[in-house]
């Protein structure tokens, strides 16, 4: 069986010599991978059986170098979601979009049968009359995706199916502007797409619907000839001749080559985006037109030119509508009327011969009625809504305007993807046909929704994410500190903080409390550890034991420190009452200083700024050592206070 799918990057059939990790895994818990169909330079393609419908599906899985990439995987998403709500006959339908750890996927409708560009390689080109029957659903199926308001963005044979009952299916919607959009583009990417694009996304990288319309007469071009219009040793001098070449006519290299198809491919190839038909759709008419006008046996020899079939036909590939028929008719009747004949110039004159002036008049009539038909629906009298999406506002305005049209600001609305202040739509669409001098309406993107962060403070965590979840938005990191004032496990605050109008895209932090921590007063003073921890709302005991450390020193506590504790909680300090021997410390007792050195008074920086504090004490001549105490902003406790000799290391809680 013929290799069933090929991708938009060149996708290659598998070699069953080398092993897939992924053939058999069951990914995202529901697609069965039974087996790899294709590899290319951006994805590869499985065959897959949906294990909760029961159906087989064609998996494309994203390159890990893609899924690396999170603004690619972002658009990636939104474009899935776009084309899975369109709904065509030849579309290739996407059923789902997911990821699986590194694994980002497309789950799509599976179509046996070839791609276009295996059809052209057996065949090297096409009939004009087979090309047209390929390229007429291929139209629509554009044409439906441009109506929606969707670029496919990478149209060639590669993304065409052909399947085994004769059907024509379009994938790949989305991916290049995904990859476009991710930054993905890579050499190879390049020189697979460069044939088909226009000269707009060579020169400006923008692409419309127009762009599309391009690509697709390319296509055509490569059907009838079986050559793509320009070859180059590189990509840029391709990239070139799109922008600086007019596509020559089909007839050019197939001699028996209709001229109806080198207007369509003239029309649809223009390098001014301008003078294109406006979207597939456009050019689909002229599709069908061409199709119905060609003879069934198209053998060697070229229709005559000229034509009176013809003419009204090429005016509407050029994009000029057609003088109406019955006009045409009436007229030609009315001007070769035996009225209206000139006399012999020998014989006698008819006796009563009077010109029919009433016929005459009516024929002047019609013809200035026609004439003024073509005026009315001529290019002259109309123009095209410019392109000024992404642009800013009053940028816009001023294009618009110095191209005649009379510019509105309508209401702003929210969009995710594009900037406050500049263009999101215009009414009419851009590419649109009308009046000169039409009013323009400009609707700026207010940028994303934004939403306030809730007030979730003092709710538990599950209540928090309810009610964060409720307002729009995710739950972030949840972390925990001590709190002396909020019960442990309610919420202590949030970042960003409460109130705060943060996008849907935004996660909101959760802090937690801990709860009440017993706070560390040990090697402090035992009367000021008295005092702090009745402040803090404990009710301390102090009991002495004799200790080698310094006296009036806390040596232990019950309960220990950073134990979870409650408000009015029984505290037990120990504290040291010194050795029995009656040791001093060598400050304490004159006779113990060492030769040379001096006692120095110890400032007591207690309620001071910590900074200040260690500031004062070490232009003193002390050593400085800070711990730290919960909820306290300022010095609280000292110790040794008193005198000291110089260089004594002081320590200090706060």
């Known amino acids: 069986m013929p290799c069933p799918w090929q991708t938009a990057r060149k996708l290659t059939p598998v070699d069953t010599t080398v092993a897939d990790p992924l053939v058999g895994r069951l990914l995202d818990g529901r697609y069965r991978v039974e087996s790899r169909i ?10 897959a059986l949906d294990i909760r419908l029961d159906r087989t599906v064609a998996l494309k899985v994203m390159h890990r170098s893609l899924a690396e990439d999170p603004d690619f995987v972002r658009r990636f998403i939104g474009e899935a979601k776009s084309v899975a709500s369109l709904s065509h006959p030849n ?9 699986d750890g590194d694994h980002v996927y497309l789950s799509m409708e599976y179509v046996p049968g070839r791609t276009l560009r295996d059809v052209l390689r057996e065949r090297e080109r096409l009939p004009a009359r087979e090309a047209l029957e390929i390229m007429i659903p291929v139209l629509a199926a554009l044409g439906a995706a441009h109506q929606a ?42 020189i697979g797409t460069i044939a088909y694009m226009s000269p707009e996304q060579v020169t400006a990288g923008v692409a419309d619907a127009r762009s599309d319309v391009y690509a697709a007469g390319v296509m055509l071009f490569e059907l009838l000839t079986g050559h793509q219009p320009y070859q180059g040793d590189n990509p840029m001098s391709v990239a ?51 199709h119905r006008m060609l003879p069934r046996d198209m053998g060697p020899q070229r229709p005559p030119t000229g034509s009176a079939a013809g003419a009204p036909l090429a005016a509407h590939q050029m994009g000029a509508p057609p003088a109406h028929p019955t006009l045409i008719h009436s007229a030609t009747e009315m001007l070769t009327a035996p009225a209206l004949a000139p006399p012999p110039e020998a014989g006698p004159k008819v006796a009563g011969f009077r010109p029919n002036w009433f016929i005459v008049a009516l024929a002047v009539v019609m013809i200035a009625a026609i004439a003024g038909t073509g005026w009315w629906f001529s290019e002259g009298r109309y ?27 309508g209401q702003a609305e929210n969009d995710d993807k594009l900037a406050e202040g500049k263009v999101l739509r215009t009414d009419p669409e851009s590419g649109r046909e009308v009046v000169n001098g039409a ?93 702090f921890l009745r402040q803090k709302g404990y009710n301390p005991t102090v009991v002495q034991q004799v200790d080698n450390a310094q006296p009036g020193t806390v040596i232990a506590q019950s309960p220990a420190a950073r134990a979870e504790v409650t ?63 919960a909820g306290a902003g300022a010095v609280v406790a000292e110790n040794p206070l008193g005198q000291a000799p110089a260089g004594t290391r002081i320590t200090i809680w706060h």
Not at 159 to 172: A, E, I, S
Not at 257 to 278: E, F
């Open 439 to 531: 009013s323009i309406t400009l609707i700026p993107s207010a940028g994303p929704v934004k939403i306030s962060v809730p007030n979730v403070v003092n709710l538990s965590e599950a209540d928090a994410r309810a009610k964060i979840s409720d307002a729009g938005l995710s739950t972030g990191a949840v972390s925990r500190v001590p709190s002396d004032t909020v019960q442990r496990g309610l919420v202590l605050r949030t970042s960003p903080q409460v109130g705060t109008k943060v996008t849907k895209s935004k996660r909101v932090e959760l802090v937690l409390s801990a709860g009440q921590l017993m706070p560390d007063v040990s090697e402090m003073q035992c009367d000021q550890a008295e005092a």
């Open 383 to 409: 123009s095209k809504v410019p392109d000024l999406l992404g642009m800013k506002t009053s940028v816009a305005k001023l294009e618009a305007e110095k191209q005649g049209f009379s510019v509105k600001i």
């Open 91 to 99: 579309v290739v339908h996407v059923f789902d979009q997911g990821t």
């Open 567 to 629: 408000a009015g909680q029984a505290v037990q300090l120990t504290c040291s009452k010194g050795p029995n021997t009656g040791f001093r410390w060598p400050w304490e007792n004159p006779d113990n200083v060492q030769p040379g050195q001096t006692l120095v008074a110890i400032p007591d920086v207690r309620f001071k700024n910590v900074a200040d504090a260690m500031r004062e004490l070490r232009a003193a001549g002390f050593r400085v050592r800070v711990r730290k105490i």
């Open 149 to 190: 308001g969707m670029v496919h963005r990478d149209v060639k044979p590669e993304n065409v199916l052909l399947t085994d009952d004769g059907r024509v299916k379009v994938v790949d919607f989305g991916l290049a502007r995904a990859i476009e959009a991710g930054n993905q583009t890579r050499t190879g990417v390049m």
């Open 38 to 47: 294709a590899r290319g330079g951006m994805a590869a393609v499985y065959l």
């Open 240 to 290: 070139y001749r799109h922008v600086h070449d007019r596509v020559p006519p089909p007839s050019s290299l197939v001699r028996s080559s209709p001229p109806l198809l080198d207007t369509l491919v003239r029309s649809a190839t223009d390098r001014d985006p301008n003078h294109r038909p406006a979207d597939a759709t456009a050019l689909l008419v002229a599709a069908v037109d061409a």
